[in-house]
C-alpha cells in the first residue's frame, strides 16, 4: 500500500529558535518579578492602589486607572529586562547608550 508524501520540508526547523534563551529568561524574570501582591486599597479621596512585588505602589490617577498602570508597569520591566540583554546591534526604535553598539 502506498502511503502519501509527508509534504514539503519545513526549513524553519534548522533555522535558529525565534526568541534567544537569554531573550526569554529576560522576559520571564521580569513577569515574575512585577506581580500585584496584597489587597486593592481605597481611600477616602479616591485613590486605588497596589502593591507591586517589586516594592512600587501603583495608583490611578487624574487621567489613567489602576489598570492602565498595572498593564504600563509591567510593560516598562520587560522592555527594560529585554533592553539590558539585546544584541548590541539590534536595530532599536529606543536609541541605546554607544556601550550597547558593536565595534
Do not use: F
Not at 79 to 103: E, Q, T
Request: proline letters at 9%; charged letters at 20%.
Amino acid at each position: 500500500m502506498d502511503h502519501p508524501s509527508p509534504g514539503p520540508v519545513d526549513e524553519r526547523l534548522d533555522s535558529p529558535a525565534a526568541v534567544s534563551a537569554t531573550m526569554h529568561r529576560a522576559k520571564a524574570n521580569a513577569r515574575a518579578s512585577h506581580v500585584t501582591v496584597g489587597q486593592v486599597r481605597h481611600d477616602v479621596g479616591g485613590a486605588v492602589e497596589i502593591d507591586c512585588s517589586c516594592g512600587m505602589v501603583l495608583t490611578n490617577g487624574p487621567d489613567w486607572s489602576l489598570d492602565e498602570h498595572i498593564r504600563l508597569h509591567r510593560a516598562e520591566a520587560r522592555y527594560v529586562a529585554l533592553s539590558a540583554v539585546a544584541p548590541a546591534g539590534m536595530p532599536r526604535l529606543v536609541p541605546v547608550g554607544a556601550d550597547r553598539l558593536p565595534l
